[in-house]
C-alpha cells in the first residue's frame, strides 16, 4: 500500500498547527520570543519529513507527543484550544506513525550473483 501521502498529510497539519500556535502567541500581549524561536525550529522539522529524515520524524512525533501533554495540562488554554491542539497533534503523530515504513532502507540493488 501507498503511504507516501501520509508524509505529506503530517507535513501540512504540523505545519498548519505551528502556524496557528504561533498566530496565537503573536496576538498575546506578554509572549516569549524563546517560545517563538522554539517553535519556529519546527518547520525544518516538516521539511526533514518530506524528505524522509528518519531524526526528522522522531523529533516530531516526540514534539507532539509533549504538544498533546501541554494541551492537556495547560488550564491557560480554552477548552476549545485544548481540544483542537490535542487533536492535531494526535492526528500528526498517527501520521508519522503510518508513514514510518517509508523510512526503511531500500534492499540490495544492481549487484549480480558471483
Not at 520570543?33 to 524528505?51: A, D, E, S, T, W
Amino acid at each position: 500500500m501507498d503511504r507516501q501521502w501520509t508524509v505529506a498529510g503530517a507535513a501540512a497539519l504540523l505545519s498548519l498547527e505551528n502556524v496557528a500556535v504561533l498566530c496565537g502567541l503573536l496576538f498575546r500581549s506578554h509572549t516569549s520570543m524563546v517560545l517563538v524561536g522554539v517553535l519556529l525550529l519546527k518547520f525544518p522539522l516538516c521539511r526533514g519529513l518530506v524528505r524522509l529524515r528518519l531524526g526528522a520524524a522522531a523529533a516530531l512525533l516526540l514534539w507532539e507527543s509533549v504538544t498533546m501533554l501541554v494541551a492537556l495540562v495547560n488550564l491557560s488554554l480554552a477548552a476549545p484550544a485544548q481540544l483542537a491542539l490535542f487533536l492535531s497533534a494526535s492526528a500528526g503523530s498517527t501520521l508519522i506513525a503510518l508513514s514510518f515504513p517509508l523510512f526503511a532502507p531500500e534492499g540490495p540493488t544492481g549487484q549480480g550473483t558471483d
